[in-house]
């Protein structure tokens, strides 16, 4: 009985921080991440069916049209508000987003070659194409939500003033002790013979 609520243990706090703060930020950004999407790929889909663009380009300009959506909206899945912190904000998310050009481009040429392979022409190029990309995007999806949460968009003033409070808590108890003995004294011998 013990072993089966010690293995329950993890579950529960996993299902806690999903219902929580980590649940909505990864509800939003996925929400954000879908629009990004939506974007990049109705983009690749012209630039490769429309324009013939070769996979370098293509990629180039359906990840710069996905990256401007993903970057106001994932501002919004975070809070942000106002003027971005350049330093800590604007450049870091760049940094991230041509790191994912990179990633996105290797599959976005491994989507051409591997539809030549397959022997496909016309819209069967563009679908294959559209779905290898699709699944390159879910990739690094997981991982720019967890830079985002865990390093990007990190609230650091919580992370600041939550041991502070954690320490009031602690130090209450200790404060009212003197506080609960201090009549004891003034009861003693002598107070009573003044």
Known sequence: MAHAHSHNQPVTAME????GVLGSRLAR????AVAALTV????????????????????????FAGA?????????????TGRPDVLRETIPFWAISVAVLVLLTLANKLGYHSAGWLHLTGAGHVL?????WLVANFCTFLLRFAIFHHVLFTD???ALREPAGDQATHRAPRHAAPQATRPRHAAAPGARAA
Do not use: C, K, M, Q
């Open 16 to 19: 806690r921080r999903l219902r």
């Open 29 to 32: 950004f996925g929400g954000a």
């Open 40 to 63: 990049t790929e109705v983009a690749l889909t012209i630039g490769n069916g429309v324009f013939h663009l070769t996979a370098t380009p293509a990629a180039v300009v359906s990840w």
């Open 68 to 80: 401007v959506v993903s970057y106001a909206l994932s501002r919004w899945a975070w809070n942000r």
């Open 128 to 132: 294959w194409v559209d779905f290898v």
């Open 156 to 158: 650091r003033t919580a």
